[in-house]
């Protein structure tokens, strides 16, 4: 989704936004195998578990990013994937990895429910009009679809 946003925008480093987009909530991977290991999980609600693993995983996904050398801009577009107003100030690679987070919420991959599209702060930042959005989250859609035998 970032990408395709990317693109839409005619952005010069779409393939810099991919990366940001893959990577934005690679902390929920780690904390998951960590939740997944500890026995004493397997007893407790799993609401709460995946409600813990939420709130964690901006601050895991961060310092893991700075480990491996990422530079602070990146590091600050995904950690902000998850606010749902933004200054009007923040870059758009911020605004670009917010608005694909958000849109994944839209068509239905995320664990969250999603905004109305019209609502998103991010996609009224960057001046997406909501059928543009739309198109976005439908190419977003069949790309995970076309991909889905892999897994």
């Not at 902390?27 to 578990?49: C, I, P, Q, R």
Request: net charge negative.
């Amino acid at each position: 989704a970032a990408k395709l946003i990317g693109q839409h925008l005619r952005l010069p480093e779409v393939d810099l936004l991919f990366l940001m987009g893959l990577t934005h909530d690679v902390g929920k991977t780690f904390l998951v195998k960590a939740f997944s290991e500890e026995t004493s999980v397997k007893g407790m609600d799993m609401k709460l578990v995946l409600a813990n693993i939420q709130e964690a995983h901006l601050s895991l996904s961060s310092v893991m990013l700075k480990r491996w050398g990422f530079n602070e801009g990146f590091i600050r577009a995904v950690s902000l994937h998850e606010k749902n107003e933004l200054d009007p100030a923040v870059s758009k690679d911020c605004l670009v990895v917010n608005l694909a987070n958000m849109l994944t919420r839209t068509i239905g991959y995320s664990l969250l429910e999603g905004a109305v599209p019209e609502e998103i702060g991010s996609a009224r930042a960057l001046a997406i009009p909501p059928p543009d959005l739309k198109k976005i989250g439908e190419d977003t859609l069949a790309i995970v679809k076309e991909l889905a035998h892999l897994f």
